[in-house]
């Protein structure tokens, strides 16, 4: 397909739906539809109320939402504010065109227009395929870190 | 030592070169000094300025700092708004002697008045000390994810 018909713009409050429907759909391929217990509007009210903690981009072909990529500041008391990719989602049937790429690139120009000291992220240590895209870049990986996590 | 001598409270502004200097002793005993690229006025403006990115826990001894909690606003997709517990330090003098609880039940509890799904932090592999500090608590222990980074 024709890479000029994909649009890359900044998500409005109206994508929320639709981006709400890709984050599932990445939940399921890594084996946990059943972990996504975010509410709808605490998400809508996150990103777009009066004090929003996300910010993401959006993939859009004819209108329609076809990939995400959304980010939070993050505080490192070494780096200072970074850029952290939450999610970078291309929906399934829209892969191999680029357009993980097209996300991936325009995030990278924004932490730079943004003066964050460099972008962070974190990849499934099974997810090949994620790891082989994302080592097209001039990326670090380091596995030494164990994630901890206390739901409340 | 007597504990009702230890004061937590919220950081100041004022408190930051004593934080600065904590979090300096924290790279060098991850064998990272060289990796700590923060400008101290870079550090006050995200804590302290018309955007603030982090907020901080001070544990007090005799008008001290002798240990911190820096968090940050994470945003999951999954899990809604969580604390991000960036720092957790106390200085090496003053271990053992449960400052460290005292500052992570403090967390705990802005985290459940805050309203937050949870809190997420990171651990060496290695850390052993650590690690067995943290698994006193309810936490969940994910060493599958691996960490990336560009810097910019």
Partial sequence: MDNSKILIRVAEEKDCPAMMTLIQELAAYERAAHEVTVTFPHFVESGFGEHPVWWSLVAEVDGKIVGIAL???????????RLYLEDIIVSEQWR????????MDEI???AREKKFSGIMWQVLDWNQSAIDFYAKYKVSFDPEWINCHMDL
Avoid at 71 to 81: A, E, F, N, P, V
Avoid at 96 to 103: A, T, V
């Fill in 71 to 81: 980010y939070y500041i993050r505080y490192s008391t070494w780096k200072g504010q």
């Fill in 96 to 103: 191999r065109h680029g357009i993980g790429s097209m996300l």
């Fill in 108 to 110: 990278i120009r924004i």
